[in-house]
């Protein structure tokens, strides 16, 4: 079954500093991996797609995100935080060719002066 | 273009009743997926919807059930609710081509309080 793990629950950075949220995935074939912001009392907000076309993928506000198959990896970067960037981040993978995405479990990330 | 748009945005039901969550999706797109989110469990598939059909379920009892509509139009039904129903429920639409959907989109949610 295809998956995706979120290290560290909870990340804080300082204004201007760099962002990285990570996520590793686990999958027996070339997945679909998705990056959503969630801000307080709202839906979810897609940041990015994977979907195989080029590794290194450029998403809305800044954020990006690299594919490297050697490592399984997937993880979120911004060269430079804002405190608007303050919310919670889920990496996500499509299961197949089914409508499914599984979470990770998330990562709230904190931002301060 | 309008987004997913969901009603109502926030229920307080009490034990044991039943409730109906709607679910009104992208212009364009036919597939409509529902999503449980609660602190516990986090962001949970309950199922998808495509051309009025469910083609795809989640590991939930079936007290939870859905329907779509031939607008595109999804609603979830919860019957006998219980405490542990309560959580934050979302859903998304997608575009589809053949047995492929695309990225998904997410409504704001309906914030369901069972007491």
């Known amino acids: 079954a295809q998956s995706v793990t979120q290290l560290g629950s909870h990340v804080s950075v300082s204004e201007g500093a760099l962002v990285l949220l990570r996520c590793n995935y686990s999958s027996s074939v070339p997945p679909y991996l998705f990056w959503y912001v969630q801000y307080p009392n709202q839906g979810l907000q897609l940041l990015l797609k994977y979907t195989s076309a080029a590794t290194l993928v450029k998403g809305i506000n800044g954020f990006e995100a690299e594919f490297k198959k050697s490592e399984t990896s997937f993880h979120l970067t911004k060269p430079s935080a804002h405190m608007s960037d303050a919310a919670e981040y889920f990496c996500a993978v499509l299961t197949g060719t089914a409508s499914k995405l599984t979470f990770g479990t998330g990562t709230r990330l904190q931002v301060t002066l | 273009k309008a987004g997913v748009t969901q009603t109502p945005r926030y229920l307080i039901k009490t034990r044991g009743q039943q409730v109906t969550l709607s679910c009104s999706p992208i212009?364009?797109?036919?597939?409509v997926s529902w999503y449980q989110q609660t602190p516990g469990q986090g962001l949970q598939f309950l199922f998808e919807?495509?051309?009025?059909?469910?083609?795809n379920k989640g590991n939930f009892p079936g007290r939870f059930s859905g329907r779509q509509f031939s607008n595109s139009r999804s609603e979830m039904n919860v019957s006998t609710l219980e405490l542990g129903d309560s959580a934050l429920y979302l859903c998304?639409?997608?575009?589809?081509?053949?047995?492929?959907?695309?990225?998904?989109?997410f409504g704001p949610g309906t914030r369901l309080t069972v007491t």
């Open positions: 212009s364009g797109h036919r597939s």
């Open positions: 919807y495509f051309s009025e059909t469910q083609r």
């Open positions: 998304a639409s997608s575009w589809t081509s053949g047995d492929y959907s695309y990225e998904q989109y």
